[in-house]
């Protein structure tokens, strides 16, 4: 499985913007997809995920509230629409899919990923 991440870009505070994770090479039957994120000089951390099937949502309280995650399973795509922007979630975005998907799982736990995407919000 191959993912390609799309999306991103400059907003200022305050703004939206939209990222998307489109998985390739075969139709995806794993159990989650989900987005992480590093910032320069930072770890990679957990921003959301979505079970491929039961559509469950989970969230880091960093974004809850302003963030959705959400899947297209005829297009094996899954989106994070991102609202109200703050400087602080300026980051290279990461989509990942996992085979198998449990709350708080780390990221060495996930099978794939993609290229990343840069979101830079500006004060």
Known sequence: VQLQASGGGLVQAGGSLSVSCAASGRTFSGAAMGWFRQAPGKEREFVAAI????????????????????????????????????????????????????????????????????????S
């Not at 795509?77 to 300026?90: A, C, F, G, H, W």
């Not at 060495?108 to 840069?118: L, N, V």
Request: net charge positive; proline share 4%; hydrophobic share 25%.
């Open 51 to 122: 079970r491929w099937r039961e559509q469950s949502t989970y969230y880091a309280d960093s974004v809850k509230g302003r963030f959705t995650i959400s899947r297209d399973i005829t297009k094996n795509t899954v989106y994070l629409q991102m609202n109200s922007l703050k400087p602080e979630d300026t980051a290279v975005y990461y989509c990942a899919a996992g085979r198998i998907y449990y709350n708080n799982m780390p990221p060495s736990r996930y099978d794939y990923w993609g290229q990343g995407t840069e979101v830079t919000v500006s």
